[in-house]
């Protein structure tokens, strides 16, 4: 029962996010200096001066395969709750910034709310499309489903029948056979692995059922992970089995 | 040996160079995982090759995070996992704090001239050859700590308190001021760090001298970077024991205890470092109750394209910091450039320095060579994600006494494989540029080195 009071929670932290406007107050120029001045001692060691990702630094963490810093100055962002190939909302750069990415990038909590805030301000500055374009936000229907063991059951078969295991494995280890024949690139061409869905600190974009929900919805632009939102919408319940049955390969449901 | 004759009967040397070059061909070419790993890398669930070009060297990344004293660059995050309260702390908490390395030798073969009374070719299979135990981190913003207990096998069994100072960080302000106190590696921000090296300083072997101002008859050369050596034939420590003319000495001593501050007041292109020592390497404190004191500063550009470079320069101004035969206190200072180039796969730095030695007793002038010179050059190439290869040149003009002073030049190749950013294998061959050249020294004794090791931290 805790754990559905817990999905509860975080389900409606996530309607919260996909129906709010922008949480952040109106940006300022000043915000936008504070910014570039955060950013060149914190990130451009990896995301480099002019936001291509070609910082001193983020060469050595995928010296020869995915995934490389982010290029801020093409508009594709792996981390959203909006619509694929939409940008992000503000909020998805800032938890981003405030969580980190497991295995590549730290978190950057240490920062203020504030300060982070101001560079996620600075990195929209990168992209001219920020400008222009106004992000469209995934829709949820329903409320998460508790993981039990029926839930679990039904999301292993929609993991076959949505195949899923072609990329992940049979197992969820990120061994299928479409990964094993080296076919699997990201949009800098570099080659690029599936998630080991075993690995309970792999999970990038969050491990908790909401966040895995929410790649299932978005995909992760950029990368061969696509967005499952036409086969999902309007079985919200199917994409909380599926997250409840991919957490439990970790043990973490 | 016929060429028909070598192929049937290869050399220990061919058999286990083949053999590696099987082992790491056998691995599958995956492309790698995240890997959380020690102390860092756990408490930032984060790979090792976010702070590392490979472990154990430093990638421009890695090196803002050990500047600002273990917290990420532009944060005081010291606070993240110390806040918690006890009764809270959990094994993967009190995880997020330590660390260990094993360093073992797998074979080494040593080819001598057997020049030097007492030389002796060998081949053998190591133990765990090092054993380091480091506890570190941030116990609130601001404030970190890093203790480093070594035990060393070839030396003994014992387990020496290494490095192990406290750091108060961003006085001031952001990047103004960094401080450093206790017993501290004074290079740590240079262009070539001597500490973390892809090469591990080997070495020596001796017969012990016995009592003061004695002199041992060393077998067996050190090979580790000439630039930071003491490079000096014939001086003693303030306790009379002798300055082996290969120990890590001055401002790349291993460790010191003193006081350091470093920072960037005018931004990322500019690094300051003042600090001052007991000096004269001695362990058990400034028995001549005087200090030497050091200044470094250095040049970056680390902007985009995935280059860095870097310059920098040091004064290393001694105290009576030695002795010479006979008693008299002498002064060591040393000056030194080192530069650092990194792009994409390639890192390649060096180091130049010129120690001088001062304050020579009457008469000493005429036996004693005031000036010595040492350059070290590495050079490494990442040529798969796993693999990374390496050559490195020493060379030491050395100085001392005239009558036993020799110089060596020194190549060496590396290979490593890294099964995980976490453990990696390494073979190694040294060779001495100068052995064809007579003398009953260390120096042109030692003729080639050859090493398998492995290395795993976690």
């Given at each position: 029962?805790?754990?559905?009071?817990?999905?509860?929670?975080?389900?409606?932290?996530?309607?919260?996010?996909?129906?709010?406007?922008?949480?952040?107050?109106?940006v300022t120029e000043h915000d936008i200096q504070q910014g570039k001045s955060i950013y060149e001692r914190s990130c451009l060691i990896c995301h480099g001066e002019s936001g291509k990702g070609d910082g001193p630094a983020a060469f050595y963490n995928a010296a020869f395969s995915?995934?490389?810093?982010?290029?801020?100055?093409?508009?594709?962002?792996?981390?959203?709750?909006?619509?694929?190939?939409?940008?992000?909302?503000?909020?998805?750069?800032?938890?981003?910034?405030?969580?980190?990415?497991?295995?590549?990038?730290?978190?950057?909590?240490?920062?203020?709310?504030?300060?982070?805030?101001?560079?996620?301000?600075?990195?929209?500055?990168?992209?001219?499309?920020?400008?222009?374009?106004?992000?469209?936000?995934?829709?949820?229907?329903?409320?998460?489903?508790?993981?039990?063991?029926?839930?679990?059951?039904?999301?292993?078969?929609?993991?076959?029948?949505?195949?899923?295991?072609?990329?992940?494995?049979?197992?969820?280890?990120?061994?299928?056979?479409?990964?094993?024949?080296?076919?699997?690139?990201?949009?800098?061409d570099l080659p690029i692995s599936p998630n080991d869905l075993t690995n309970p600190t792999g999970w990038k974009n969050g491990a908790t059922a909401s966040d895995v929900v929410r790649t299932l919805f978005t995909g992760l632009d950029g990368t061969p992970m696509p967005s499952?939102?036409?086969?999902?919408?309007?079985?919200?319940?199917?994409?909380?089995?599926?997250?409840?049955?991919?957490?439990?390969?970790?043990?973490?449901? | 040996?016929?060429?028909?004759?070598?192929?049937?009967?290869?050399?220990?040397?061919?058999?286990?160079?083949?053999?590696?070059?099987?082992?790491?061909?056998?691995?599958?070419?995956?492309?790698?995982?995240?890997?959380?790993?020690?102390?860092?890398?756990?408490?930032?669930?984060?790979?090792?090759?976010?702070?590392?070009?490979?472990?154990?060297?430093?990638?421009?990344?890695?090196?803002?995070?050990?500047?600002?004293?273990?917290?990420?660059?532009?944060?005081?995050?010291?606070?993240?996992?110390?806040?918690?309260?006890?009764?809270?702390?959990?094994?993967?908490?009190?995880?997020?704090?330590?660390?260990?390395?094993?360093?073992?030798?797998?074979?080494?073969?040593?080819?001598?001239?057997?020049?030097?009374?007492?030389?002796?070719?060998?081949?053998?299979?190591?133990?765990?050859?090092?054993?380091?135990?480091?506890?570190?981190?941030?116990?609130?913003?601001?404030?970190?700590?890093?203790?480093?207990?070594?035990?060393?096998?070839?030396?003994?069994?014992?387990?020496?308190?290494?490095?192990?100072?406290?750091?108060?960080?961003?006085?001031?302000?952001?990047?103004?001021?960094?401080?450093?106190?206790?017993?501290?590696?004074?290079?740590?921000?240079?262009?070539?760090?001597?500490?973390?090296?892809?090469?591990?300083?080997?070495?020596?072997?001796?017969?012990?001298?016995?009592?003061?101002?004695?002199?041992?008859?060393?077998?067996?050369?050190?090979?580790?970077?000439?630039?930071?050596?003491?490079?000096?034939?014939?001086?003693?420590?303030?306790?009379?024991?002798?300055?082996?003319?290969?120990?890590?000495?001055?401002?790349?001593?291993?460790?010191?205890?003193?006081?350091?501050?470093?920072?960037?007041?005018?931004?990322?292109?500019?690094?300051?470092?003042?600090?001052?020592?007991?000096?004269?390497?001695?362990?058990?404190?400034?028995?001549?109750?005087?200090?030497?004191?050091?200044?470094?500063?250095?040049?970056?550009?680390?902007?985009?394209?995935?280059?860095?470079?870097?310059?920098?320069?040091?004064?290393?101004?001694?105290?009576?910091?030695?002795?010479?035969?006979?008693?008299?206190?002498?002064?060591?200072?040393?000056?030194?450039?080192?530069?650092?180039?990194?792009?994409?796969?390639?890192?390649?730095?060096?180091?130049?320095?010129?120690?001088?030695?001062?304050?020579?007793?009457?008469?000493?002038?005429?036996?004693?060579?005031?000036?010595?010179?040492?350059?070290?050059?590495?050079?490494?190439?990442?040529?798969?994600?796993?693999?990374?290869?390496?050559?490195?040149?020493?060379?030491?003009?050395?100085?001392?006494?005239?009558a036993t002073r020799k110089s060596a030049t020194f190549v060496g190749l590396q290979a490593k494989y890294y099964l995980r950013s976490n453990m990696w294998f390494t073979i190694r061959d040294d060779f001495n540029v100068r052995d064809s050249e007579g003398g009953r020294s260390?120096?042109?004794?030692?003729?080639?080195?050859?090493?398998?090791?492995?290395?795993?931290?976690?």
């Amino acid at each position: 029962m805790k754990a559905f009071w817990k999905n509860l929670t975080m389900a409606f932290g996530l309607v919260l996010v996909l129906t709010s406007i922008v949480g952040a107050s109106e940006v300022t120029e000043h915000d936008i200096q504070q910014g570039k001045s955060i950013y060149e001692r914190s990130c451009l060691i990896c995301h480099g001066e002019s936001g291509k990702g070609d910082g001193p630094a983020a060469f050595y963490n995928a010296a020869f395969s995915a995934p490389r810093a982010r290029d801020f100055t093409v508009g594709n962002f792996k981390f959203r709750s909006t619509v694929s190939g939409s940008l992000p909302l503000d909020e998805d750069i800032f938890r981003t910034i405030t969580n980190g990415i497991p295995g590549t990038m730290p978190s950057f909590s240490g920062l203020s709310s504030e300060q982070r805030w101001q560079v996620v301000a600075y990195i929209k500055t990168f992209y001219g499309g920020f400008q222009e374009e106004i992000p469209e936000v995934i829709k949820l229907a329903g409320l998460p489903i508790l993981s039990a063991a029926e839930s679990v059951r039904r999301g292993k078969i929609l993991f076959q029948d949505m195949d899923c295991h072609s990329c992940h494995g049979r197992q969820g280890r990120g061994d299928g056979k479409v990964a094993l024949a080296g076919e699997l690139h990201d949009s800098r061409d570099l080659p690029i692995s599936p998630n080991d869905l075993t690995n309970p600190t792999g999970w990038k974009n969050g491990a908790t059922a909401s966040d895995v929900v929410r790649t299932l919805f978005t995909g992760l632009d950029g990368t061969p992970m696509p967005s499952y939102e036409s086969q999902l919408i309007g079985h919200e319940d199917d994409a909380w089995h599926l997250a409840n049955y991919l957490l439990s390969l970790s043990g973490q449901n | 040996m016929t060429n028909v004759e070598r192929f049937f009967h290869p050399s220990l040397k061919t058999v286990l160079a083949l053999g590696f070059v099987l082992f790491v061909t056998s691995f599958p070419l995956r492309v790698p995982e995240a890997e959380a790993l020690p102390a860092f890398a756990r408490k930032y669930q984060v790979n090792c090759n976010v702070c590392h070009t490979r472990p154990p060297r430093l990638n421009p990344f890695g090196e803002q995070f050990l500047e600002n004293g273990y917290q990420m660059p532009g944060t005081e995050d010291g606070g993240i996992v110390a806040k918690l309260k006890y009764g809270d702390v959990t094994l993967d908490d009190v995880s997020n704090y330590f660390a260990v390395l094993f360093g073992v030798d797998g074979v080494t073969n040593v080819n001598l001239k057997r020049e030097v009374p007492g030389s002796e070719d060998l081949t053998e299979l190591g133990t765990p050859a090092i054993v380091r135990l480091f506890t570190t981190g941030t116990v609130t913003e601001n404030v970190g700590f890093f203790v480093d207990m070594t035990s060393i096998f070839s030396r003994s069994s014992d387990v020496e308190i290494g490095r192990a100072f406290i750091t108060l960080n961003n006085l001031g302000g952001m990047d103004w001021a960094h401080l450093r106190v206790g017993r501290l590696d004074p290079s740590a921000y240079f262009s070539m760090a001597r500490g973390r090296p892809h090469w591990v300083p080997v070495g020596p072997k001796f017969a012990p001298p016995f009592g003061s101002f004695a002199t041992p008859t060393v077998t067996q050369w050190s090979l580790f970077q000439s630039a930071y050596a003491s490079k000096f034939y014939g001086l003693f420590d303030r306790s009379g024991a002798f300055i082996m003319p290969f120990d890590s000495t001055l401002y790349n001593s291993p460790e010191e205890v003193g006081i350091d501050v470093h920072g960037r007041p005018f931004g990322d292109w500019f690094l300051y470092q003042v600090g001052v020592l007991n000096g004269g390497n001695e362990r058990a404190g400034d028995s001549n109750n005087s200090k030497d004191w050091y200044v470094m500063t250095r040049f970056d550009y680390t902007q985009s394209a995935y280059l860095s470079v870097n310059l920098s320069g040091f004064g290393y101004f001694g105290n009576h910091n030695a002795k010479v035969l006979g008693g008299a206190d002498v002064s060591r200072s040393r000056y030194g450039v080192g530069a650092r180039v990194r792009y994409k796969w390639l890192d390649v730095y060096g180091a130049y320095t010129i120690d001088r030695v001062t304050d020579l007793p009457t008469g000493m002038e005429a036996i004693f060579d005031s000036t010595a010179t040492g350059v070290t050059v590495e050079a490494h190439a990442l040529v798969a994600d796993r693999v990374l290869i390496g050559t490195r040149f020493d060379h030491m003009d050395a100085g001392g006494l005239l009558a036993t002073r020799k110089s060596a030049t020194f190549v060496g190749l590396q290979a490593k494989y890294y099964l995980r950013s976490n453990m990696w294998f390494t073979i190694r061959d040294d060779f001495n540029v100068r052995d064809s050249e007579g003398g009953r020294s260390a120096a042109r004794n030692l003729r080639n080195r050859f090493n398998v090791s492995i290395d795993l931290v976690f």
